[in-house]
């Protein structure tokens, strides 16, 4: 039998799809731009927003006939075992392959925001949390451990990572972003791209774009965001993790910007993405996102409007089910309305993804490997655990209270405390999706901070409290906790978020807050524990910042730790035992007032306190603060190898060194972070006041040092200009190094010379750092 050119592996990618396409109808191919979501629910009690009202009735027996591009999440919509799922995942492909005239597979879906949502899978910290350790090399590692599990029991694409940066820390879904600065944002979300795609995983960033800064933090709300804004701050992540990470997949968002819904733009979806940055992936629809052209914005009338729109615009896939791509979109290009070409425009994107991942070869086989599948590994756990104690910020610790005593007692009290989901975002298996399952265990063993304490201080009398819910006004508890902390050495107060959708929670996807107070009455709590007298270390367990004001110099100690995950108990436990020496960085400011936001440290000087508003934005603890257990010296630096103050010039295309040596001076090991930031002081637009442009995190030995060289290159400092150009302009810029935004240690001016030069999709995007040894 003569083998069909599309099943040639010997030909071009382009040429076997060019020969299938050539060989389907428009019903084959349209089944390859939408998904399937088996076992969906619509009791209004989904995962997605309007799932009750968005998903269809379907004849799977007859829909598969026509071939099927994806399914939908089979192992992240109920619980199943990750063997017995995998078997079943591979009996619906041989089922899809026998259904079609072609024998193609589709191609399945699940989220990886913190892991594989999968029961039994490891729940890793949130990306919030990732953004604290200033380590992306840490956070490729556990993608590529995310990979290799969603591709055991044959998953083909993960829905991670998220690029969008903090605009407004009142938004719900701040938990799942890497942070308030797209510098940072990019290099860590780069990073994951690349852990994911090493296991053979198409990574898919999103949401694309602007997601993040919609008006009042309201979920899908419109955004309101300057060409500036967007082009400056939103979109440079994405191009990092295209460029840098190799990305094969762009979730288009949900939101509208100036009117025009992300879904529907095609100057977003294809001039820029494609034209500009010549991406050659898929764009999906986020989940009813191009149903919700229809329903939510308006801008069409009928499902075939809506494909019409999207098609156009650039998706290629409807996620999560049919609706729009389906006969809606058969009839309508049969009608003239809809042309042929979009569909197959698609269809061969679709097409190309597949044969590259081997879905168009004769010998496919969808079955796993032999035995069980364990997809939260010992070495799984390992990363999990290293990833949450990096993470963990040291706030304050103006009493020296911390590392505590090993003898001491300890009245632990506060909501979050003995809770195993206080460390679990709302991606995380158990908080998305047992909810609905509540005869289900949890099938991850999640250390609560209690027992962890209990643990980690073996000889220490701990006593707990809980004191009020999390988001309850009850305050019935006080009295039991101001009475564990009275007969205490010390109180430790563990406070914070849970995680939920849709306002089953304080944090997470549809949980957005008017102001930035903790929930409930947990900071009346905090009151109540502070007036005894004994002294307080609070730690927060949450899925945003909180300000924290009202209690600056009141407490002995603070401990941020961000959605740490099921390894998050051990890892604050061995901060606060010293164990573990803190090493976290935030990622995002924490305010001081509850009221005053939304506000994140990218702000051009009027965005700062001044005497013209009463109302002063400045953080209680600015972006990059955190402290250690350990002291570290910053010594001989050194630009452009010349001594400290002289004067440097450079070319607009020119770069320009900075290199300094950090030592621990300290007792302990522990991390510092040098931090390279740029101010521009004079700029035909207005720029931040600083802004990050290079980080390098230092592991060291007591006594140990390092030096990191940063090598900064004018694109750096590029900006978009007044007519939408992205431009390096000459004259003065200060290349800052610190400890945070705020705490600057050394400072190098440099001018730069010569004629504004228009930079292009080659443009650097990173600075280039080398760390080398320093002997005693």
């Not at 006593?463 to 999390?470: D, M, N, R």
Request: hydrophobic share 40%; glycine share 12%.
């Amino acid at each position: 039998m003569t083998t069909a050119p599309w099943r040639d592996r010997a030909l071009s990618a382009d040429a076997r799809v060019g020969d299938l396409l050539s060989r389907m109808t428009l019903e084959e191919k349209a089944a390859q731009l939408y998904g399937v979501w088996v076992g969906a629910s619509t009791d209004g009690h989904g995962v997605a927003p309007h799932q009750h009202d968005m998903t269809g009735d379907y004849e799977w027996d007859e829909l598969i006939t026509r071939g099927l591009g994806q399914l939908t999440r089979p192992f992240g919509t109920a619980p199943v075992d990750p063997t017995l799922g995998a078997q079943a995942l591979a009996r619906a492909q041989r089922r899809i392959a026998a259904a079609g005239r072609f024998g193609i597979p589709a191609l399945a879906h699940e989220e990886c925001l913190a892991g594989f949502t999968a029961w039994r899978a490891t729940a890793y910290p949130v990306p919030l949390a990732w953004g604290a350790t200033f380590h992306p090399e840490l956070v490729e590692e556990m993608a590529a451990r995310i990979g290799h599990d969603l591709a055991s029991v044959g998953v083909h694409q993960g829905l991670a990572p998220v690029l969008d940066v903090v605009r407004d820390p009142r938004w719900g879904r701040v938990e799942e972003t890497i942070g308030e600065d797209p510098y940072l944002v990019g290099t860590i979300g780069s990073a994951y791209v690349r852990g994911l795609e090493s296991a053979g995983i198409i990574a898919t960033l999103k949401h694309f774009a602007g997601y993040a800064s919609s008006a009042g933090a309201r979920n899908l709300a419109p955004v309101r965001a300057g060409v500036r804004e967007f082009a400056d701050v939103t979109l440079p992540p994405f191009e990092m993790a295209l460029r840098e990470g190799g990305a094969r997949s762009v979730m288009a968002a949900y939101n509208e910007t100036d009117g025009v819904p992300a879904s529907a733009d095609p100057h977003l979806l294809t001039q820029l993405l494609r034209e500009e940055w010549g991406f050659t992936g898929t764009v999906v629809s986020d989940y009813f996102g191009i149903g919700f052209l229809e329903t939510l914005h308006r801008v069409a009338g009928t499902p075939a409007e809506a494909a019409h729109l999207a098609l156009a615009a650039g998706i290629d896939v409807e996620l999560p089910t049919i609706r729009s791509y389906g006969d809606a979109l058969v009839t309508a290009v049969r009608a003239g309305d809809v042309p042929e070409s979009l569909v197959d425009r698609a269809a061969r994107r679709v097409l190309t993804q597949k044969c590259e991942l081997g879905l168009l070869d004769e010998d496919w086989r969808p079955e796993p490997d032999g035995g069980p599948i364990n997809l939260d590994s010992a070495g799984n756990r390992a990363l999990a655990r290293r990833l949450a104690q990096e993470s963990v910020v040291l706030l304050d610790n103006t009493g020296g209270l911390l590392p505590l005593a090993p003898d001491t007692r300890i009245a632990v009290v506060g909501p979050r405390a003995a809770d195993a989901l206080a460390m679990l975002g709302c991606y995380s298996f158990p908080s998305h999706v047992l909810p609905t399952h509540p005869e289900t265990p949890v099938g991850l063993d999640i250390p609560t901070l209690l027992d962890s304490l209990r643990v980690e201080l073996p000889d220490a009398k701990v006593t707990f409290a809980e004191g009020c819910a999390t988001s309850d006004p009850d305050t019935a508890g006080f009295g039991e906790a101001v009475a564990r902390t009275v007969e205490a050495d010390v109180c430790v107060a563990v406070l914070g978020d849970r995680a939920g959708l849709f306002g089953g929670g304080t944090s997470g996807e549809g949980c957005d807050v008017a102001e930035l107070q903790l929930p409930g009455v947990q900071a009346e709590l905090l009151d109540a524990l502070v007036s005894t007298g004994v002294p307080v270390v609070l730690v927060l367990l949450t899925g945003r910042p909180y300000a924290l004001g009202r209690w600056h110099g009141r407490l002995a100690a603070s401990v941020q730790a961000f959605f740490p995950g099921e390894e998050g108990g051990p890892a604050v436990a061995g901060v606060l035992s010293g164990r573990v020496t803190p090493s976290g960085r935030l990622p995002v400011s924490v305010p001081r007032e509850r009221g005053g936001q939304p506000w994140t440290y990218l702000q051009p000087p009027l965005g700062l306190a001044g005497e013209v508003s009463s109302l002063d934005p400045t953080p209680l603890y600015p972006f990059g603060h955190g402290l250690s257990y350990t002291s570290f010296a910053w010594e001989d630096f050194v630009e452009g190898g010349q001594a400290e103050g002289d004067p440097a010039e450079i070319a607009t295309d020119g770069s320009y060194e900075v290199s300094l040596t950090v030592r621990n001076t300290g007792a302990r090991g522990g991390a510092e972070v040098v931090q390279l930031y740029l101010h521009d002081p004079v700029a035909s637009v207005t720029r931040p006041d600083v802004r990050l442009i290079g980080y390098q995190r230092l592991e060291l030995a007591p006594g140990a040092a390092s030096r990191v060289t940063f090598r900064f290159h004018a694109d750096l400092s590029a900006f978009t200009d007044r007519s939408g150009r992205r431009i390096v302009e000459p004259g003065v810029l200060e290349l800052r190094l610190g400890a945070s935004s705020a705490d600057v240690r050394y400072a190098a001016r440099v001018r730069l010379v010569g004629a504004v030069r228009e930079l292009g999709a080659d443009r650097r995007l990173r600075c280039e750092t080398e760390v080398g040894s320093v002997g005693p």
